[in-house]
């Protein structure tokens, strides 16, 4: 791919502007300095850099976030600011959107991606991809609340009874839920239903794909083709 469209396709601006960065020296291909906006680069495990940073190549553009507290996953935002902001320009540029919606008070996993179809795949009711939530309590949780939420409990608009794939007490006020529903407040809703109520709510996992130890609140990584190919997996 030609290398003045390689970053415009990467989030790096209009044609024109990305053709000055070029001429500027500023773009490197595999760690050598190109200033040409028309060579033909391989984009085979191809890492190019602008003033230093590096950027794989990638088709479609999907990372994951550490959501910290206080963020709002829609692009427009009403009384916190965007998820989108925690990321760089680029990335933004390219039209990323969160894959599903955490809450602004809820932390942990959210996947993030240009790519319209994945997107669609896991959010998807129908393929009910298993979300794991540590669920921190107001009042201690007992067998009896497990049982029921194994079970299903009645949510308002909801026609039937929506079950935990999974429930597991872990602590006296912590619970771990696994859901593969994405219904609004689905958590906490759930939770009240029980006769408890949520505190703090943690996503620990979308199907197999786990939050990587590493990454602080706030901090984002790329998703390894490894972890893509393990996520559409997902049944
Ligand atoms: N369920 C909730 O109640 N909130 C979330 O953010 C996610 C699931």
């Known amino acids: 791919m030609q290398l003045e469209r390689l970053l415009q396709k990467h989030g790096f601006g209009t044609r024109k502007g990305c ?25 085979d ?9 590096d950027w ?3 088709e479609f553009a999907t990372v994951i976030l550490n959501k910290p507290a206080g963020y709002e ?4 935002p009403q009384h916190h600011p965007s998820v989108l902001e925690l990321l760089p320009v680029p990335l933004r540029e390219r039209g ?5 919606r955490l809450d602004e008070d809820t932390t942990g996993l959210l996947l993030i991606t240009d790519d319209g179809q994945l997107n669609h795949q896991l959010s998807s009711a129908r393929r009910k991809v298993p979300k794991v939530y540590r669920v921190t309590t107001r009042h201690p949780v007992d067998e009896a609340q497990i049982a029921q939420l194994l079970a299903g409990v009645l949510l308002n608009d909801e026609p039937a009874p929506i079950a935990a794939a999974d429930a597991e007490i872990m602590g006296d006020r ?12 689905q958590v906490k809703r759930m939770v009240a239903a029980v006769g408890n109520r949520v505190d703090a709510l943690h996503r620990e996992a979308v199907g197999e794909l786990t939050l990587p130890g590493h990454l602080q609140p706030g901090e984002w990584c790329w ?3 490894a972890d893509l190919d393990q996520l559409v997996k997902t049944k």
């Open 56 to 58: 794989p190549y990638r």
């Open 19 to 43: 053709r000055a960065l070029i001429r500027q020296e500023r773009v490197a291909v595999n760690g050598v300095v190109c200033d040409d906006p028309f060579a033909e680069i391989p984009t």
């Open 45 to 53: 495990d191809l890492v190019f850099s602008v003033d230093g940073v």
């Open 223 to 225: 998703l390894t083709p």
């Open 174 to 185: 912590l619970l771990r839920l696994t859901i593969t529903e994405g219904k609004y407040h």
């Open 73 to 76: 996953c829609s692009r427009k």
């Open 96 to 100: 990323v959107q969160p894959i599903g």
